[in-house]
């Protein structure tokens, strides 16, 4: 091995470095190809279908990354038992999970703690082509993939509001309404925020169903 061979070597050095970066990269932002094979295999399922309050819209091409492939409307949920205000846009696999726990943690814990269900909720976002917390250079939020919603409060049957400002340092029932919901989120999305989160997290929860961890198993949680 001569000189001639080590100058070869220090001159493939940056193509090498490049190359690899690009492909650390291209793995750590391969949002579209778990997000297609995601939106299938939900579609496949059946978990969604569109009835009056669920609406199948049309493809969602935003800008750069943005855009989901079948988003829907989803004005109400569980067969229109539990309202949005206003309607949210979102994919197949978070109109599904937003489901469940409405079903299985939201309406139990609503009937434990204040003796009537929900039926309705205030939605603070939903599909939004921005990055996080809408701050400038920071990553490509999920709400730009209709795969995260926004929830600030919910209406029970009767009229009476409970709000997460101030519920999660308020009396005893919706401190723990709130922290018994929030806890079953992290069960069944990937990325929840609230109020321990950051400032920014104050006044509503953000569930969505990102894919932090090449198996995708791990959640982000607080
Ligand atoms: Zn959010």
Redesign the pocket.
């Known amino acids: 091995m001569g000189w001639g061979f080590c100058k070869r070597l220090v001159a493939m050095l940056p193509i090498l470095l490049v190359g690899g970066c690009g492909m650390l990269s291209f793995f750590g932002d391969d949002e579209n190809g778990w997000r297609v094979q995601a939106e299938k295999r939900c579609l496949a399922t059946g978990a969604v279908r569109a009835n009056a309050y669920v609406q199948a819209l049309s493809p969602i091409n935003g800008r750069g990354a943005c855009g989901v492939g079948n988003p829907f409307l989803v004005q109400a949920s569980l067969r229109g038992d539990v309202w949005l205000d206003p309607g949210a846009t979102l994919d197949c696999n978070m109109t599904a999970a937003l489901d469940q726990w409405l079903a299985q943690a939201v309406q139990p814990a609503a009937y434990r703690h204040f003796g009537a269900p929900v039926i309705g909720a205030k939605v ?2 939903s599909y939004s082509c921005r990055s996080r ?1 809408g701050q400038k250079g920071a990553k490509i ?3 730009a993939f209709a795969n ?3 929830i600030a409060s919910f209406m029970l049957a009767g009229g009476r509001w409970v709000s997460l400002k101030p519920g999660w340092r308020g009396d005893a029932d919706e401190q723990a309404f709130w922290r018994e919901i929030h806890a079953a989120a992290c069960e069944r999305f990937f990325t929840v ?1 609230g109020p321990n989160a950051d400032s ?2 104050q006044d ?1 929860l ?3 169903l990102a894919r932090h961890s090449r198996d995708g198993k791990y959640r982000y949680c607080k």
Do not use: Q, R, V
């Open positions: 603070l976002g917390n939020s999920e709400h995260a919603i926004d925020l920014f997290h509503h953000h569930l969505d």
